[in-house]
């Protein structure tokens, strides 16, 4: 059984920095691409950033290029996200998600399996 369990979140003032985390469990984590999606109130979830098997390979959506940065610990079966210079639009709660195969991160049709979520609140 696939888990994803995000941790992490948080409230932080806009202009700072939050690290959320995501441990993997149920599977061979290193197998599989990772993600990262949001959802804000009201809004539809929307892809964040992803990354392949390895952590070779990123993409990321526009929003965050230059300011989150994705990484993936094989070793320890983690899933990691760095944000910083935070937004008040960047409030929303974070989920880490699962690829369906090793090298495909840019959609959410590419992944199968979701976390929880961790809320982050950017306040002014």
């Known amino acids: 059984q696939v888990q994803l369990q995000e941790s992490g979140g948080g409230l932080v003032q806009a202009g700072g920095s939050l690290r959320l985390s995501c441990v993997g469990s149920?599977?061979?984590?290193?197998?599989?691409?990772m993600g990262w999606f949001r959802q804000a109130p009201g809004k539809e979830r929307e892809f964040v950033a992803g990354?392949?098997?390895?952590?070779?390979?990123?993409r990321y959506a526009a929003f965050a290029e230059g300011r989150f940065t994705i990484s993936k610990d094989n070793a320890k079966n983690t899933l990691e996200l760095q944000m910083t210079n935070l937004a008040l639009e960047d409030t929303a709660v974070y989920y880490c998600?699962?690829?369906?195969?090793?090298?495909?991160?840019?959609?959410?049709?590419?992944?199968?399996?979701w976390g929880q979520g961790t809320q982050v609140t950017v306040s002014s």
């Open positions: 998600a699962r690829g369906i195969v090793s090298n495909r991160f840019g959609r959410a049709a590419d992944f199968d399996s």
């Open positions: 149920g599977y061979n984590f290193r197998n599989y691409a």
């Open positions: 990354i392949n098997w390895w952590g070779a390979l990123t």
